[in-house]
């Protein structure tokens, strides 16, 4: 292992004459997909002028692409979430929300946490911030009517809620990288938001952790730390940033910042958290023994391993398999941000944590490719990989539901389980290349799309052209004959070697 040392850096953040990026002008895919709307951007166009800015745009663009999801959920709204169970899967338009309106008993009023549920599961078992906004959704619905009515109520009133965040989520997006605002339009036109975005409630938390990287952009490193702590009420995965984030102030010797997004995240935390833990406390374990109780489930690694050896994984055993393999990758992220080149940006190191975290946890719902999403859009903003990612995705979204439907129909009409683990293969697969690829970035800065007009850290906040105080690696190495040198931390565009 390479002895710490102090090493130099960009010592400061790129000033002078900054210009927008447009995707046309550097992305393949974006140019030839540009062709639908006039073509690329020339060079002599204006943007983000007048009343058509790229933050409306991606708002707009977001606003709409839920809403084609919310029309791909109609046959269920309409009759396949009432009548029997095979259908709502046969059309691929599955949500939990109308079915938990009644079964966590928001139906009749009974409190989250507080009141006892009857059946197997005796509280709510979600995190304090979710079951508030799903409290908040039932108080929007309409009384009155039959059952189906409500739930249909319901699923509308948390829709309205969630696309909100849907638009929330690609302004944040969009806004992050200042001089990279189209990198939005990446979350505005994912399919895999579009389809999963009503299917649970996982949107809040992922709009509040894009809000929280926002915040650490502009350099407020409490704002970051507040919504931070706000996402961990809502979902517990947000939480696994505050690692990467660890390891980059490290080695840049930011502690105090580092500090005062802790503080900030346990204290919005603990504010969210504390009157339930103190008043309900048995109602507010509920998420955390149901999360550790619970059986490999579907999408996961384990249930793949479980299927071809057909020996059952238990919930303990599987733990400790899933801690084990997280515990390794984030020592192989820590000597990834000590040894690299030039420190990893933040949103890199963000999205492999999370990404570890799905590729071995012990389920995976199709709504937790959410979690991936705008990280993905910052880590890797090239629309060829990016859609790759999302083709694997969406062909598990139709994978799970269609194998769902095969072993609740009694003609097994769907898809058999040989077919369902290629779709969970598809989207292991799928997840381990963009990880590669970002990995690759990290050890090649200069095939970085973000890095290559010579940025350091757009969206690293006090971290965006700071020197290292500790590292563990050698030097950027020299351009090889031929290749683009990048003037790290520097303005202007990559020149040639000479």
């Known amino acids: 292992m390479p002895s710490l040392q102090k090493t130099s850096a960009p010592q400061h953040r790129p000033q002078g004459r900054s210009r927008t990026v447009a995707p046309t002008r550097r992305d393949e895919v974006a140019a030839a997909g540009s062709e639908l709307i006039g073509g690329p951007y020339g060079r002599r166009a ?3 002028t007048g009343q058509v800015t790229p933050v409306r745009v991606i708002a707009l663009v977001a606003i709409g ?7 791909q959920k109609l046959p269920c709204y309409n009759w396949a979430w009432f009548r029997g169970t095979t259908s709502q899967y046969t059309h691929a338009c599955y949500s939990d929300i109308p079915h938990l309106f009644t079964g966590r008993g928001f139906a009749d009023g009974l409190v989250p946490y507080f009141d006892r549920l009857g059946g197997d599961i005796p509280f709510l078992e979600y995190p304090v911030l979710t079951g508030l906004f799903m409290e908040v959704a039932a108080w929007l619905t309409p009384g ?11 699923w509308l009133a948390n829709a309205g809620l969630l696309m909100v965040c849907a638009a929330v989520l690609a302004v944040c997006v969009a806004r992050t990288h ?31 952790t894009a809000a929280a990287v926002m915040m650490w952009s502009r350099e407020r490193p409490l704002a970051f730390g507040v919504l931070l702590g706000l996402a961990t009420a809502a979902k517990f995965y947000p939480a696994l940033l505050l690692c990467p984030l660890l390891l980059l102030c490290w080695r840049a010797g930011k502690w105090r910042e580092f500090g005062t997004a802790v503080l900030g995240a346990a204290g919005a935390w603990l504010v969210v958290n504390l009157p339930v833990m103190l008043l309900a406390p048995e109602g507010w374990k509920q998420f955390y023994l149901f999360s550790r109780d619970r059986n490999v489930d579907f999408g996961s690694v384990w249930l793949l391993i479980s299927q071809r050896t057909g020996q059952g994984i238990p919930p303990e055993r599987a733990n400790l398999y899933a801690l084990v393999l997280m515990l390794v990758a984030v020592a192989g992220l820590a000597y990834l941000a000590f040894t690299a080149p030039r420190r990893p940006r933040f949103a890199q190191l963000a999205f492999l944590v999370v990404a570890a975290f799905v590729l071995t946890n012990k389920v995976y719902s199709p709504q937790y490719v959410l979690w991936l999403v705008p990280l993905a859009a910052l880590a890797r903003p090239r629309w060829r990989d990016f859609l790759i990612w999302q083709a694997c995705e969406v062909m598990y979204f139709v994978g799970v539901w269609m194998y769902l439907a095969f072993t609740t129909s009694g003609n097994k009409q769907g898809l058999p389980v040989d077919g369902y683990q290629f779709a969970i293969v598809l989207h292991l697969l799928g997840t381990l290349y963009l990880c590669v ?10 095939k970085d799309p973000v890095r290559q007009d010579g940025s350091d850290d757009p969206s690293g906040g006090v971290l965006d052209g700071a020197e290292d105080v500790v590292a563990a690696g050698r030097a950027l190495p020299p351009s090889p004959a031929g290749a683009r040198r990048v003037a790290w931390g520097t303005p202007g565009e990559e020149t040639p070697r000479g």
């Open 46 to 48: 204006a943007t983000g």
């Open 65 to 71: 692409m839920f809403a084609l999801g919310m029309v």
């Open 144 to 154: 009155g009517g039959g059952t189906m009515q409500r739930e249909q109520g319901y």
């Open 178 to 208: 200042r001089l990279r605002p189209w990198d939005g339009l990446l979350v505005a036109l994912a399919p895999s938001i579009a389809l999963t975005a009503t299917i649970n409630w996982d949107l809040l938390a992922v709009t509040l």
């Open 437 to 446: 690829m970002v990995v690759r970035d990290i050890l090649k800065p200069e």
